[in-house]
């Protein structure tokens, strides 16, 4: 049996980075139990998954390039 996205998820390609507000060095943990390093203020999200919850975090803002 395939799982299906949810619709409300966009593919992202590759990864998207986020400013992290609040730390400079922290390590985010995702429900699945992955994670995902904040380095100098900065994060990037390597899934559609993890783009939705560093999207909806309230001490991360997404970089515009």
């Known amino acids: 049996m395939s799982k299906t996205k949810p619709e409300s998820l966009e593919p992202i390609g590759p990864g998207r980075m986020f ?3 609040l730390f400079t060095s922290r390590t985010l943990v995702f429900p699945d139990g992955s ?6 203020g900065r994060v990037t999200a390597s899934s559609d ?17």
């Open 19 to 21: 400013r992290d507000t």
């Open 49 to 65: 998954e993890q783009f939705a919850l560093l999207k909806a975090h309230p001490d991360l803002e997404l970089v515009q390039e």
């Open 35 to 40: 994670t995902a390093p904040v380095s100098k």
